[in-house]
């Protein structure tokens, strides 16, 4: 078998999962080009002030545990431990995401985590990093890459053969391929927008709020939610509608701002002393889905992570879905000598999880900004960590499958998790209190849930 690796390849894309499979693809003696249109973040700083964040979970661990890059990510991690609801009157309530102490969710600095993948990326004698470099097109039947070369202003065109495109949402490599016919692509533009905003450290550089929570204030059409940073401070996301009554259309001036902030975000607000400056400032971002079929042009290139399927970030799940790409490419290449089968075996593989986690991240947009406050919802989620206790092997919550347990498929979490309700509504007819028959869920469970 002709080892894959003795021909150079090339990625189109360095943020979180090009920065990754270059790490992946070093390790196992490729060489690799990498095409980034961005400055080299080792030697820029990032946006004075700002910091993004980005929920990490064990999916996410998982690849980057096979990258060997776990001991120099652990540093730059907060558990978050549950979502802590902020009603209207600012009172509290933590919702714990799961049940045992490792059952946790990681707030993690996007730049910081980017960096050092890169960093780690450029220790490989054999990766070279090309950044300000913009991919303009593949051209598959020319077997070409165009890039522009930013500082220069000049462009040409390098071997295309076989190139992995993690160009992200926006992938210039899928437009290129999807004008010239060869693949086809649905664009699910969400009508709402988001915004990111800062709750700066308290004065002593501390916490403003609880550190080890994913902060939510959900108010039925839109909510804000707040991811903690290491250096004390919290960033805010507003989701809120584009146009119509409550939106970002509305918003006209700062006054509007203000009213909106202090009638729905009473307790943040007050943790907000920029918040009219950081609103005129910071970008109104699209959020949406990305459908795109195929995924690869023969041997020759791959779409992978939100170039292949962007989804809307309210299961936390895009990024770690992208490393979970990078892990099931890395596994294939034990098993594979020619591109173009194992192109095939990845899109084939991942195409029924990354539907399942785009579903699901839709659908956890409805529970996190509103049925979170639902007693209904509250008492099947307690019935369901109970049935969790009882039968730990079979009744595992969706949530918990999806964050917790990469061991099970997006796909599988999708489809367990419909029975599970199922079974969750016979067993509560209304009258829960206490009274649940665990025998006869037992046997629900034994019979439905192999
Ligand atoms: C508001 C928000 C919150 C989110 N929160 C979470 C979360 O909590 N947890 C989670 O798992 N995911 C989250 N996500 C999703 C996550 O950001 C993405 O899924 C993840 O970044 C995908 O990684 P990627 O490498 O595919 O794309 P990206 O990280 O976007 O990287 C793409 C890279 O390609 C470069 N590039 C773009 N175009 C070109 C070009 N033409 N030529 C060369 N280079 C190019 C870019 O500069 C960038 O470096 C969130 C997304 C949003 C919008």
Redesign the pocket.
Known sequence: MTPLSERPVNI?????????LAVLLARRRFAVDV????PDPRLTEGERGRS??????AR?IAALERAGMMERVRPLLIPMRGRMIHSPSGETQLQPYGQRRDEVIY?VS?ADL?RVLIEEAARHPRVRLHFR????AALPQAGALR?RDEDAGSECDVPIAPTFA????????RSSLARAGLIEVREDRLDHD?K?LTLPAAGDGRHAMHPHALHIWPRGGFMLIA?PNTDGSFTA?LFLARSGADSFDSLTGPDRVKALFQSQFTDAVQLMPHLLEDFAARPQ?P?GTVYTQPWHIGGQLLL????AH????F?????????EDCAVLDSLLERHDGWDTLFAEFERSRLSDAAAIAQMALENYIEMRDTVRDPMYLRRKALAMELERRFPDRFIPRYSMVMFHPEIPYSEALRRAAVQDEILAELDDGRLAGKVDFARAGALIAERLA
């Open positions: 189109v894309g360095a943020g979180l999962a090009g920065a990754l095409y980034e249109r961005r993004i964040n980005l929920a990490l979970a996410g707030s996007r980017n470099q913009t991919c303009l890039l993690t160009d992200g949402a926006g992938s210039a490599v988001y990111e991811l996301t971002g959020l992978l992570g939100d170039a962007a989804i809307v970030p299961h936390g799940q895009g990024m770690n879905a992208a490393f």
